[in-house]
Nanobody, 116 residues
Framework: VQLQASGGGLVQPGGSLRLSCAAS????????MAWHRQAPGKQRELVAT???????NYADSMKGRFTISRDNAKNTVYLQMNSLKPEDTAVYFC???????????WGQGTQVTVSS
């Protein structure tokens, strides 16, 4: 499975961005996809997950601002980020797994910078 993330960039506080993660390869085995992020000097953290059927879960600090969705026809997962804050600045990674705790596949990451 290969994951290609895109859509990052520089945005002002309060702005919006939409990240995309295109999956290819043996995607029939994937049941969960997610977005994680890692800010400078901090550990990687889970942002949101989505199941094959579209069930979504979010980290508490992202609820109400971020929306994860998927287009199964395009094998793509999205992360719509609204009301962005400087503390959202990080490299955002998409990930995929079959089951269990460990994420099996990772994309290359896309930089999101929130700054005026």
């Amino acid at each position: 499975v290969q994951l290609q993330a895109s859509g990052g960039g520089l945005v002002q506080p309060g702005g919006s961005l939409r990240l995309s993660c295109a999956a290819s390869g043996s995607i029939f085995s994937i049941n969960y996809m997610a977005w994680h992020r890692q800010a400078p000097g901090k550990q990687r953290e889970l942002v949101a997950t989505i199941t094959r059927s579209g069930g979504a879960n979010y980290a508490d600090s992202m609820k109400g601002r971020f929306t994860i969705s998927r287009d199964n026809a395009k094998n793509t997962v999205y992360l719509q980020m609204n009301s962005l804050k400087p503390e959202d600045t990080a490299v955002y990674f998409c990930a995929a797994k079959r089951n269990g705790l460990r994420w099996d596949y990772w994309g290359q990451g896309t930089q999101v910078t929130v700054s005026s």
